[in-house]
């Protein structure tokens, strides 16, 4: 048999099967779509950069999670669609859809719903609107106005499909961030679950941890960002992949899936070249944010320590800093733009113009070649097929309108804009990395701390052997009546060990003042006894620290009313639950000569920015108002009576002790003396006397070391 009868046979043999050929090829169609959409998505998993670090890492060691360059510079971890990035979508995943009963999983289902509505919409549509334009070439009135009555009606759910299709997947945003939201909140500022290892996390993360310097832009603007972008992907992803499918099923019909085959392999060459080309976005989001929250918290510490800004004269040195920080958000965004420009050169090239010719190309073979099975059409038939794909295009996307005549030819044979979409989904997959990044980066920073295991930059002195040895060690916290320390080391969180054994004890009703220079460790002592820097060594006995109440020089003033300052953190339905009443609340502020603020300011009720309303002393006196309503066992006092006068001093000293709280005294005041039994003494080096104390002998050695001083002065 001679070569020409060989294919005139396989030809015969391959037009008597082509439908089978054709179901065939449909099925592999769909099935590559499907599996090159998730190896697009995809990518080949990697090690989290933490693993390693985070493994036998105990807390305080300033081990950090991310690696060092060699000179002294944290790397920030690699962001890309990857294996981590799945991983950490996955743990997110399970907080915002905790069950397929939940409402998130009910929305989904019904934005799913809706995508699949639309999309046959869309063919209905796509082939009216052919129909309509061919009953016009034929000038055929009864079949023109019949569909264009289905046009109006038709209408009607699309028009309902897309706003509701918007309105569920704004829907889905909100809850995905309230559910994040609430979980982070709930670790952050912890619940009733916490005990005292794992709590008070915004503190711990504030001071013991440097991964996070911004949690408040993570937790309004990150969180929001990122629910919107998961919202958002899964319509981009689903959408276009269901469209690739069903249009390109539809259009195999006229032109044979032969043709779809060739352009498959065409598209799916120029799109691997397209994705090498396609710079890290995730990247780029978790850095803008990052340097976005940086900017952020620039600027609101102007705002908080404007006073002493002012006084210093500090403006242009502030206005340096902040103008340093948006510097860097320029260049990184102008860095971002000239990127962007040229792959957008690239991706338009790719896209438009060489997808073009390949559809052009792929548009000539039913012209050039008789397909079997395919009957020819007359002028209306080829016109109602133009126009049901142009109308493929136009339901598909709006994405390529500006492009529409040469999109029209390749849509006729592939819905390249479906797929274009799932080419720019990897684009929007990238940014919804970098937001789960940031979202994970908190997520997980706050586990730690909840474990006690903290990434803090230490002192050079924490490396010496002897101050290592203490930072590796831990101690033990039990719970007391009475507060007791042996061989306790005093560490700060960068690992300075200010004193290397302290040991003493206040026994109910004992005062005990502490003295000493500045950076010494006083009010290091009072952040282990309520419970907020870890214990390196030794043991401390202590009440739990909710009896403890602490008393700064600059005292907390919340937002809220009048009352709400006295009760804080109580609210009124506290407040009357323990049977306490605002009158009660008025002869608490009579001891400390603040009753007539109630009328002043407007009545219990009255809400101010009462650390504007309120002089030092007033809110120092507010602060003992405080004490005086919760009654605590112990009260740490921290030059808290520094801003009023002497003799308000001792009654407000006189109250607390007939009250049977004890006080913990960090004062420079001989005034105070008179009322502590005890003394704990730093001498700024390392060491410290405990003992009782003798105020009036104190009293007068102050003094002759006062007169001593002044006849050296004289001399």
Known sequence: MSAKDRIAALSKFYVSHRPLVQRSLNIAFALYVVHNTYRSISARPTQSPSSDSAKGKGKGKGKGKEKDDGEGVKKAPRVAVDGLFYQRLSNILRIVIPSIRSKEAMLLCMHSSLLIFRTVISLYVAALDGKIVASLVRAQTGAFLLNILKWLLVAIPATWTNSWLSYVQNKLALAYRTRLTNEV?????????????????????????????????????????????????????????????????????????????????????????????????????????????????????????????????????????????????????????????????????????????????????????????????????????????????LSSSGR??????????????????????????????????????????????????????????????????????????????????????????????????????????????????????????????????????????????????????????????????????????????????????????????????????VEREGGWDASREWRESLSGGDQQKIAWARLFYHQPKYAVLDEATSLVPTEMEGMMMDHATSLGITLLTVSHRPSLWKYHSMILQYDGQGGYVFTKLDAEKRLALQQEKETLEAKLLDV
């Open 185 to 393: 909140m709930k670790q952050y500022l912890g619940d009733e679950d916490d005990g005292p290892r794992d709590g008070k996390v915004f503190y711990k993360l504030a001071n013991l941890d440097d991964r996070i310097k911004n949690p408040d832009q993570m937790i309004t603007h990150d969180i929001q960002r990122f629910s919107n972008h998961l919202a958002a992907i899964y319509a981009n992803l689903a959408k276009p992949v269901l469209d690739v499918i069903l249009y390109n099923y539809q259009l195999s019909q006229n032109v044979g899936a032969e043709g779809l085959v060739i352009l498959t392999v065409l598209v799916q060459a120029s799109a691997a070249l397209l994705r090498a080309l396609t710079p890290p976005f995730g990247a780029y989001t978790a850095l803008s944010a990052q340097l976005a929250g940086s900017f952020r918290h620039t600027h609101s510490r102007l705002a908080s320590f404007a006073e002493e800004i002012a006084f210093f004269g500090g403006e242009e040195t502030e206005k340096m800093l902040v103008e340093r920080e948006y510097a860097g958000i320029v260049e990184h965004e102008n860095t971002v733009l000239s990127r962007r420009w040229w792959f957008g050169c690239v991706e338009e090239g790719v896209v438009k113009w060489l997808w073009g010719s390949f559809g052009l190309c792929i548009c000539a073979i039913p012209v050039f070649f008789r397909l079997p099975g395919v009957s020819s059409l007359d002028l209306g038939g080829r016109t109602e097929g133009f126009v049901t794909n142009r109308r493929l295009l």
């Open 400 to 597: 390529y309108l500006y492009s529409f005549a040469l999109h029209y030819l390749i849509q006729f044979f592939f819905d390249a804009d479906a797929f274009g979409r799932v080419l720019y989904s990897y684009k929007d997959l990238s940014e919804l990395a970098g937001y789960t990044a940031r979202v994970s980066l908190l997520l997980d920073t706050m586990a730690d701390v909840r474990k006690g295991k903290f990434d803090k930059a230490l002192v050079s002195s924490a490396s010496t052997e002897e101050n290592a040895k203490i930072l590796r060690g831990r101690g033990q916290t039990l719970e007391s009546d009475e507060i007791h320390f042996e061989n306790v080391p005093i560490v700060t969180p960068n690992g300075d060990v200010l004193l290397k054994s302290l040991s003493f004890y206040v026994k109910p009703g004992q005062h005990l003042l502490i003295v000493g220079p500045n950076g010494c460790g006083k009010s290091s002592l009072f952040r282990i006894l309520g419970g907020l820097w870890p214990v390196y060594g030794g043991v401390v006995r202590k009440p739990p620290a909710d009896q403890f109440i602490l008393i700064p020089q600059r005292p907390y003033l919340s937002l809220g009313t009048l009352r709400d300052q006295i009760i804080y953190p109580h609210s009124r339905a506290d407040m009357e639950a323990r049977g306490i009443l605002d009158s009660d609340l008025l002869d608490i502020l009579a001891v400390v000569h603040m009753e007539q603020i």
